[in-house]
């Protein structure tokens, strides 16, 4: 049998060890935050919302009460161009809707909290709504479209609009950067489209907690 190269055999018996080496560390800092941080730190889209921080910075004292549950990112930054119906049928993205504050809230006709929510959010659209803010409801369920209308006037819900994803793909894209895991599920974007909070479960909207809340963010 013919020698190989010593070089060669050399730098193979080393990457071994040097690639597990890179995984533990890899593995280490995305347990303790460091790889998101990392990747955070080099986003653009941290510096195109680095204008949201006082403003995040106000609100985290604010999530309280029947908002408590509601998460205050440390550095708000954009999600990705979310994909969804207007409620002509028309495809739109969460980018359309920059140049006012937005309430995302995910929902479906088979979940038992959004029964009870969805009226708080109606109420909360009622008080707040206009140019400068709308509660954008999302369905998400993949059959019957008119289902969904059906159960928002079952709630009595006159004031938000019936925008639907019926391939759910929204949550899963939500779900991929640690914003859904369960329903329902709701994010507060500013008016360029950087997150000043988010909450998984339900909250009660119409609420003098949720009113302080959405007031401060929308500057009143």
Request: proline letters at 7%; aromatic letters at 8%; one cysteine or more.
């Amino acid at each position: 049998m013919r020698n190989g190269n010593p070089a060669r055999t050399r730098f193979a018996a080393l990457a071994g060890p040097l690639l597990m080496g890179a995984i533990l560390v890899a593995a280490s800092l995305y347990a303790f935050g460091g790889l998101d941080k990392l990747f955070k730190a080099t986003s653009p889209d941290i510096a195109a919302c680095k204008a949201a921080q006082p403003l995040t910075a106000a609100l985290k004292p604010l999530a309280k009460g029947e908002v408590a549950a509601l998460q205050i990112p440390a550095e708000p930054t954009r999600l990705r161009d979310l994909s969804f119906k207007l409620p002509d049928g028309r495809d739109t993205t969460l980018s359309a809707m920059r140049g006012k504050t937005v309430l995302v809230n995910l929902w479906a006709t088979w979940c038992a909290p959004c029964r009870h929510e969805m009226p708080a959010l109606d109420r909360l659209q009622q008080k707040y709504g206009g140019p400068d803010f709308e509660v954008v409801a999302i369905n998400i369920d993949t059959r019957n479209a008119e289902k969904a209308r059906a159960f928002l006037d079952e709630v009595q819900v006159t004031n938000l609009a019936l925008y639907a994803d019926p391939s759910a793909r929204i949550f899963q894209d939500l779900k991929s950067v640690g914003r859904a895991f369960g329903m329902p599920t709701t994010i507060l974007l500013d008016k360029d489209g950087c997150e000043l909070a988010y909450l998984a479960g339900p909250a009660e909207w119409s609420s003098p907690d949720a009113f302080a809340f959405i007031g401060r963010a929308l500057g009143r």
